[in-house]
């Protein structure tokens, strides 16, 4: 199977007018269960809105502006073309810092993410080494703590996701709770921000072992469950979140 961009590219996705406001932007973010829309001025792309910069809005103001897309934050993209190689995209996406948008001849053909990269790391078998790729870098939350508070944790180290600990005589782990929980779970219902975060965050957890993950075994496991986070588990414990982007650069290098 080939390895280029061309295979692997989302040659739909969703994208909307720079005068939409951010509430139309989201409503087709939920009802389409994405995190990124492509946002277009004069047919042109000028940014992506992401589940990041609704994270940050919440973080902030506590509720999403209902203003135009067009002054909104938007997170800039990188131009690769259909024929660049999966492991050019990838390198791409970890030394740029940014989303990747495909492009020839000018013309918008799509975009290619961090869950797309690692369908072709499944696909070429590819099992690159973790070393130095996976941290304790890690944070956490309890069950009672209120839904704003876990977005303002998750906006202020810029990380995707918290664990959610229960206490029953000593701190468990009980679900995990992601800026994807945020936009299908809290948004769509106008769940109020003081709720308590672990009756909306995903339980149980797919997790896997420290000591024995491997890249080829996330990748199945993240593709299989349409996940884009993976806790690690120590000694009954939660050492780790591996994440899509992770791996993506585990195979850059």
């Known amino acids: 199977m080939g390895s280029i961009v061309a295979d692997y590219v989302n040659s739909n996705p969703i994208v909307m007018k720079s005068n939409n406001?951010?509430?139309?932007?989201?409503?087709?973010m939920e009802s389409n269960r994405i995190g990124n829309c492509i946002i277009l001025e004069d047919q042109e792309p000028i940014g992506i809105l992401s589940e990041r910069e609704i994270l940050w809005y919440l973080a902030f103001t506590k509720e999403i502006p209902n203003t135009p897309i067009k002054q909104v934050i938007l997170q800039d993209f990188e131009n690769i073309t259909p024929r660049n190689s999966m492991l050019k995209a990838a390198k791409a996406m970890i030394q740029s810092k940014r989303k990747l948008?495909?492009?020839e001849n000018d013309k918008l053909l799509g975009i290619i993410t961090a869950t797309d990269i690692i369908r072709a790391l499944k696909d070429l078998g590819v099992n690159s080494s973790l070393k130095g790729i996976i941290t304790n870098r890690i944070y956490s939350v309890d069950y009672f703590d209120s839904i704003l508070y876990g977005i303002k944790v998750m906006q202020k180290h810029r990380i995707g996701s918290v664990i959610v600990n229960k206490k029953n005589g000593k701190e468990i782990p009980f679900g995990i709770f992601s800026e994807r929980d945020l936009l299908n779970k809290i948004l769509p219902l106008q769940v109020n921000l003081d709720e308590n975060i672990g009756k909306f965050c995903s339980t149980p957890m797919i997790t896997s072992d420290l000591k024995t993950i491997s890249t080829a075994e996330a990748v199945k496991i993240m593709l299989s469950n349409n996940i884009?986070?993976?806790?690690?588990?120590?000694?009954?414990?939660i050492y780790s979140i591996l994440t899509a982007r992770d791996l993506v650069e585990a195979w850059s290098k």
């Open 101 to 103: 948008l495909v492009f």
């Open 228 to 237: 884009k986070r993976l806790p690690l588990k120590e000694n009954h414990g």
């Open 21 to 28: 406001s951010f509430h139309e932007a989201l409503r087709v």
